[in-house]
């Protein structure tokens, strides 16, 4: 039951954040093009997106514990590094978006260090760039072989 809800929720939640990363670039890429100043929007923007990549954190962490799929790993007599399933699951899954949920984290911040607009623009664009591009790569997508899931 709470299995199944946060599975749903994680795995929604990804549109979310993704849909607030690309907005976010696309707002530091127009701030950049046009040397804007470093508005509320651009502001609120990261800061939802930063929202949205804690939450999957957060789920993330809760079902590595309670997953089925998880404690299978855990409990597995071989070893669960030569398998692509649980290898993906066990470490490649969490490593993966840990390291892009830093990204942004730290995208946000670094955007507080300076006063000038355009850094601000620049690091918010290059960190949520790098993040994005692992996002993509880790999402189990439908048509990945061994590991895809549904698209909802
Ligand atoms: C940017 C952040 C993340 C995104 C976009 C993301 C995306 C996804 C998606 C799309 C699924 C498949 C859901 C489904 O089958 O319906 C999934 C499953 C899962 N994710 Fe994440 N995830 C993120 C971060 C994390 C983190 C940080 C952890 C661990 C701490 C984590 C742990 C898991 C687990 C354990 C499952 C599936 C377990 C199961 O099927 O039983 N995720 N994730």
């Known amino acids: 039951m709470m299995y199944t809800l946060l599975l749903q929720s994680h795995s929604l939640l990804r549109y979310a954040l993704l849909i607030f990363i690309v907005a976010t670039l696309i ?75 830093v990204f942004i984290t730290l995208g946000r911040i670094l955007t507080k260090k300076t006063s000038i607009d355009v850094q601000k623009y620049k690091r918010l664009f290059l960190f949520f760039l790098l993040a994005l591009i692992l996002i993509i790569i880790m999402i189990p997508w439908p048509f990945r072989p061994v590991i895809g899931r549904s698209w909802f």
């Open 27 to 101: 707002k530091a890429f127009w701030g950049l093009r046009n040397n804007l100043v470093f508005d509320r929007i651009a502001d609120k923007l990261s800061f939802f997106t930063v929202l949205a990549a804690h939450l999957q954190f957060l789920t993330g962490i809760i079902l590595y514990w309670i997953s089925p799929i998880l404690k299978w790993g855990r409990s597995y007599s071989g070893s669960w590094m030569s398998d692509t399933f649980l290898r993906y699951w066990m470490l490649e899954h969490l490593v993966g978006m840990l390291v892009a949920i």
